[in-house]
């Protein structure tokens, strides 16, 4: 196969939900369809002892969640898939907009008697801001579930997109029948059968073959979907690939990921929807993925997946042409030739190390300690570096101080390490040094996983007090901070680049410090 073909064949999305609409289900069936793995249960460990993909750190698994996120590929015919699992909590989700930036098209689960809920809001947001197409899979219609009209609806005020149901539920709950496929205008009958890895063929019958139809769903169905149909056909938005491609029509789908029902026609309708990878944009303009250069940027920064390692590694998604392992690329930001080791993919539950890769491709490659968010790793002749990726601003502050001082030079490398994989970030309060820093988190549930990890892998322990600020600012003029007039609840820190800014407690202290200070300028932090 040529490089092309390669990267034609390639589909990298991520799968978005909130906590329990089944992402995890509906991603193990996608598993079993690949045959990457041979039974359910093997991607969330929950209850048994089986190995589990997403949970690696044990304070993931005392707490039940998935706060990780990780990278799956696997092979469906002919095409090479790389799933994103993004974590469903929502405390953690910076980590998931970062894997948002490293895929092509977003699959959103929805639970169909809950529908949009806060987690799947607030990843919507970033997949439009990215303007990737979305899928939406309304599950679990075994169960009852709410008007399929009604989730349009809701879809559709609150995203602000259009919808176009790809299939249509029959009943839900007990009454559950089946789906009607507007495309192929059949029925898939929801069938005990599901629960198996077998194929289940949709069974061809038109919506006016009333006795057919009746004895396979019954009369009072038959005539509400018709009806239904009917509405459809004059109510919905066309559908426009073009649209879907630009994220602004989702194309929906209906069905039950826990009993298998209707996840091939997913996957399939998706496949054939979706597009080889995206071009990227770099300080040179697009770069397109067929570019024979390789090129890639680091989204995640994961240290400790395996506990038997201690290792860290940063994962890259390709942008363009082919890594081969042994070859040696330029990271930009150090401005140097490196070799990336170790270079791996997780093939379903399994770490595999790897001898080529393409565009469209994650790989997990061992960090010294190099890599930082956003970094840039191409051929050197390529000349190119990307955009990097947005930081989003801390929203819960802590007073951090190291307890034992004879353990300063841990407490610092902890602290300055896990800043570089950008699950907190530090702060400096000028003339405090490095045993008192401040720790800015987007979600709380971090501060819990900086103490545990510090803990586990650096040793050190710490005192953490919560500090009050929700806001904070980089000052733009060249203002000496020192000269500043500050209310009391405002504080002065620095990054680690020694840039100066402002934290906050509300809106009314910034306009205070503003008022205060003429020649003080001010910028969001995530600009
Ligand atoms: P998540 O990754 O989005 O958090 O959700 P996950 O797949 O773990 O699913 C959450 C719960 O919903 C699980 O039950 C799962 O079995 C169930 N579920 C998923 N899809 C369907 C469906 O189509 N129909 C029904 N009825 N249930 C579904 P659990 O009891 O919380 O966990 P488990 O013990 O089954 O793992």
Redesign the pocket.
């Known amino acids: 196969m040529t490089d092309k073909e390669q990267i034609n064949r390639r589909r990298t999305f991520a799968i978005i939900?909130h906590?329990?609409?089944?992402?995890?289900?509906?991603t193990e069936k996608f598993l079993l369809y690949g045959g990457a793995i041979q039974s359910a249960g093997t991607v969330?460990g929950?209850?048994s002892d089986k190995h589990a993909v997403s949970d690696w750190m044990d304070l993931e698994k005392q707490r039940g969640i998935s706060i990780t996120s990780s990278v799956m590929q696997f092979e469906y015919e002919g095409y090479c898939i790389n799933i994103l699992d993004t974590p469903?909590h929502q405390d953690f989700s910076e980590d998931t907009y970062r894997t948002l930036m490293a895929a092509d098209s977003a699959v959103m689960?929805i639970d169909a008697a809950k529908g949009i809920e806060p987690q799947t809001r607030k990843l919507f947001k970033v997949c439009a801001m990215r303007g990737i197409p979305i899928f939406t899979f309304i599950?679990?219609l075994?169960?009852d579930a709410r008007d399929p009209f009604d989730l349009l609806d809701e879809l559709e005020k609150e995203f602000g997109i259009g919808t176009y149901p790809m299939n249509w539920p029959i009943g839900c709950g007990r009454d559950f029948k089946g789906v009607y496929d507007r495309e192929k205008r059949c029925i898939l009958a929801f069938t005990e059968f599901h629960a198996g890895r077998r194929r289940i063929e949709g069974i061809n019958c038109e919506l006016n073959e009333t006795e057919k139809l009746d004895s396979l769903i019954g009369e009072r169905a038959r005539r509400e979907l018709t009806e239904q149909v009917e509405l459809l056909d004059a109510a919905s938005f066309d559908f426009d690939a073009d649209k879907v491609q630009h994220g602004k029509l989702s194309p929906v789908f209906f069905g039950?990921?826990?009993?298998n029902f209707g996840v091939e026609p997913f996957l399939e309708s998706f496949l054939k929807m979706t597009q080889p990878p995206l071009s990227h944009q770099t300080n040179e303009g697009e770069l397109s993925p067929f570019d024979e250069h390789f090129s890639a940027f680091v989204f995640k920064i994961q240290a400790n997946m395996n506990k038997a390692h201690r290792d860290r590694i940063a994962f890259m998604r390709i942008c363009s042409g082919k890594f081969e392992r042994g070859n040696e690329y330029y990271h930009v930001q150090q401005g140097k030739m490196i070799k990336l080791s170790q270079p791996q993919q997780l093939m379903a539950q399994e770490r595999e190390i790897i001898d080529e890769a393409y565009a469209g491709d994650i790989i997990g490659v061992f960090d010294p300690g190099i890599f930082s968010i956003g970094d840039t790793v191409r051929d050197k002749d390529l000349k190119v570096q990307f955009a990097g990726i947005p930081t989003f601003a801390p929203e819960h502050f802590a007073d951090v101080e190291q307890i034992d001082s004879m353990k300063r030079k841990q407490f610092a490398k902890g602290m300055e390490q896990i800043a570089q994989e950008g699950a907190i970030q530090i702060f400096f309060m000028p003339g405090c040094g490095m045993e008192r820093v401040v720790v800015g988190v987007v979600g709380m549930l971090q501060f819990e996983v900086l103490e545990y990890r510090m803990q586990s892998e650096y040793n050190v322990g710490f005192h953490r007090s919560p500090l009050k600020y929700r806001e904070i600012r980089y000052i733009t003029s060249d203002t000496d901070p020192k000269t500043l007039r500050l209310s009391r609840d405002t504080l002065w820190v620095q990054d680690v680049k020694g840039k100066n800014l402002l934290l906050f407690e509300s809106d009314f202290d910034i306009r205070w410090a503003l008022e205060n200070n003429k020649e003080l300028e001010l910028k969001e932090f995530n600009q």
Do not use: F, H, Q, Y
């Not at 906590?19 to 509906?26: F, I, S």
């Open positions: 939900s906590p329990d609409a089944g992402k995890t289900t509906l969330k929950k209850a469903g689960v599950n679990k075994d169960r039950s990921a826990l009993n």
